[in-house]
């Protein structure tokens, strides 16, 4: 597992649904083709109303904010796998909420593209966008070096090397649990 993630903030707040992380005009790019997943990642968070600022600049493709923030069930509406395939793609490599929709964070693991981290502090109120922070995965924390303060943060548990091996699928190759064939 990695040991450690430092970078620039974007703050949310409670109940961002998986049409504002990814509106559903752009399910139709299939993340499995190179260019099309890094077209879906530019889209990422679009859906978002304008008192958030903008999360990917004009003409650019990925996001300046390698990490999110957000508030209480965070990718909640439907199931669509997109969604976290999205914000990986975008650059996003952790997400940092109070709480998790279940199937958002389920498909965090099965794709294997960001780290899903609990904390039980209202962290999107004390936060704010731009702020550098660094996710210390050892210790279960989170250092904002704006503030200068640590917060805890839930333990990633057996999802955390599921992710690591890149989703569901790798991780069962990797452990022996399908064979190298298998897909």
Known sequence: MAKSLTGKIFILDDNIDTDQIIPAEYLTLVPSKPD?????GSYALCGLPDR??????????????PIIVAGENFG?????EHAPIALGASG??????QSYARI???????????YPWESS????????TGQEVTIDF??????????????HLKSLGEVGPVI???????????????SQKEV
């Open 36 to 40: 099309e997943y890094d077209q879906l």
């Open 52 to 65: 958030y600022g903008k999360f990917i600049e004009p003409g650019e493709m990925k996001t300046h904010y």
């Open 76 to 80: 909640c509406g439907s199931s669509r």
């Open 92 to 97: 996003v490599q952790a997400v940092v909420a």
């Open 104 to 114: 958002f964070f389920r498909n965090c693991s099965a794709t294997g593209e960001l």
């Open 121 to 128: 502090d209202r962290l999107c109120e004390l936060f704010k």
């Open 138 to 151: 050892e210790e279960n924390q989170i250092i904002n070096h704006t503030l200068g303060k640590t917060y």
């Open 164 to 178: 690591d091996a890149g989703g569901l699928f790798a991780y069962a190759r990797q452990t022996g649990m399908i």
